[in-house]
Nanobody, 124 residues
């Protein structure tokens, strides 16, 4: 059974940094696309970044490019999201998700399972 557990959320000021971590069990990174999504109040869940393939290919949503970095550690079975230059609009619940495929998808319904989410709040 695949399980995902996020950690690392919190409160940070505008311009600050946070590092989120997703501990994964029951899967092999080579067979899964691993992704971070976020959902702000009243908005749809949207992809932030994904990592996949034996070469650790990455994908970033436009809002994350140049500020966020996704990485994975196959020895520790973790997927991290380093977030820099945070803005108030980055405030959301951030979710780790997995897709059993070697092909990237960017829509939430194509991912299962999901972690429980971790709150990120950016204040000015």
């Amino acid at each position: 059974q695949v399980q995902l557990v996020e950690s690392g959320g919190g409160l940070v000021h505008t311009g600050g940094s946070l590092r989120l971590s997703c501990a994964a069990s029951g899967l092999s990174f080579s067979d899964y696309v691993m992704a971070w999504f976020r959902q702000a109040p009243g908005k749809e869940r949207e992809m932030v970044a994904a990592i996949y393939g034996s070469d650790s290919s990455t994908y970033y949503a436009d809002h994350a490019k140049g500020r966020f970095t996704i990485s994975r550690d196959s020895a520790k079975f973790t997927v991290d999201l380093q977030m820099n230059s945070l803005k108030s609009e980055d405030t959301a619940v951030y979710f780790c998700a997995a897709r059993r495929s070697r092909r990237l998808a960017i829509t939430a319904p194509l991912y299962d399972p999901w972690g429980q989410g971790t709150q990120v709040t950016v204040s000015s």
